[in-house]
């Protein structure tokens, strides 16, 4: 059973910095997709951002665009979301999922990965 655990969520000013991390349990974690979406309360599940197997291709919901970077350690089977000029609408809790080689599907999908963690909550004060 693949694992996901996030961590470095917490409270910042608005305009601060944060950085998330997602340990993966998976030896295979260098061949997954990974992710990150958000979802505030009363509000939907939404994508943030998400790399390829290898991090050489990566994609951003338009609203964290130059803000936010995804990226991967395989070393440390271990992936992150620098967060910067964090706003109050990012307020969120966070969580990172993964994707199995060969699973197909979107980027931006929620039911298109197989593995999530428990969520990391990010607020951010205006």
């Known amino acids: 059973q693949v694992q996901l655990v996030e961590s470095g969520g917490g409270l910042v000013q608005a305009g601060g910095s944060l950085r998330l991390s997602c340990a993966v349990s998976?030896?295979?974690?260098?061949?997954?997709?990974m992710a990150w979406f958000r979802q505030a309360p009363g509000k939907e599940r939404e994508f943030v951002a998400a790399?390829?197997?290898?991090?050489?291709?990566?994609n951003y919901a338009d609203s964290v665009k130059g803000r936010f970077t995804i990226s991967r350690d395989h070393a440390k089977n271990t992936g992150y979301l620098q967060m910067n000029s964090l706003k109050f609408e990012d307020t969120a809790v966070y969580y990172c999922?993964?994707?199995?080689?060969?699973?197909?599907?979107?980027?931006?999908?929620?039911?298109?990965?197989?593995?999530w963690g428990q969520g990391t909550q990010v607020i951010v004060s205006s």
């Open positions: 998976a030896r295979t974690f260098s061949t997954y997709a």
């Open positions: 790399s390829n197997w290898n991090g050489a291709s990566t």
């Open positions: 999922a993964a994707k199995r080689p060969l699973s197909g599907g979107t980027w931006y999908k929620a039911g298109d990965y197989n593995y």
